[in-house]
C-alpha cells in the first residue's frame, strides 16, 4: 500500500525532526544561583524523562525526543560552566555578578543583575554578560555615566552603585 494512504500525525513526522539546541560560542560563566539553577533543571528534565520512558504514542515520543534534546543541552552547558563567585571579585568595578544600581536623567532609577546566559531573565532584571547593557557596564564604577540604546530611544544614565 502506498504511504500516501496512510493517515500520520505531526507527532509521528517529527519525532526525529527536533533539532538540537544552539549552544553559544562564548564563555559559559555562571553565578553560584545559576550553577545550582541548572542543576535544578537537569534533576527535573530526568524526572519527566523516567516518567514517559516506556509510553509509546507519539505524543510521548515526542515529548521524550523533546525532554532528551535538553538534557543534553544542560548537560552541555553544566559541563562547560566556569563558576564565577561574587565574593572573588574585584569591589572597584562592575563585573559579572554585580547588582548594578542606575539613575536616568529624569530621576527613573533601574536595576540589573550581571549573569551567565541561561540564567539572564529580564522580568526579573537579569541581564546575560554577553547582552549590549552589560556589555557598556562591565569596566565601569561608581558614578560613571554610560548611553544606554534602547529601541529607538536613548537613555542617559548614571551608575549610582553596585555590589556582588
Not at 530526568?46 to 544542560?74: A, G, M, W
Not at 552541555?76 to 568595578?93: D, F
Amino acid at each position: 500500500m502506498s504511504r500516501a494512504f496512510i493517515k500520520e500525525t505531526d507527532f509521528e513526522h517529527n519525532e526525529v525532526d527536533i533539532p538540537e539546541r544552539l549552544i553559544s560560542p562564548e564563555p559559559n560563566y555562571v553565578t553560584p544561583m545559576g550553577l545550582e539553577l541548572l542543576k535544578k533543571q537537569l534533576t527535573s528534565l530526568e524526572t519527566d524523562l523516567k516518567q514517559i520512558i516506556n509510553k509509546d504514542d507519539p505524543q510521548s515520543k515526542h515529548f521524550k525526543f523533546s525532554l532528551e534534546r535538553s538534557i543534553r543541552y544542560i548537560q552541555a552547558r553544566l559541563g562547560s560552566a566556569i563558576l564565577i563567585k561574587p565574593e572573588n571579585q574585584l569591589t572597584e568595578k562592575i563585573l559579572f555578578g554585580a547588582t548594578v544600581y542606575l539613575e536616568d536623567e529624569e530621576g527613573k532609577n533601574y536595576q540589573f543583575k550581571i549573569v551567565g546566559e541561561d540564567e539572564a531573565d529580564i522580568k526579573n532584571n537579569k541581564l546575560s554578560y554577553v547582552a549590549p547593557l552589560s556589555k557598556q557596564l562591565i569596566g565601569h564604577k561608581k558614578g560613571d555615566e554610560i548611553i544606554w540604546t534602547r529601541a529607538s530611544e536613548t537613555i542617559y544614565l548614571t551608575i549610582i552603585n553596585f555590589e556582588y
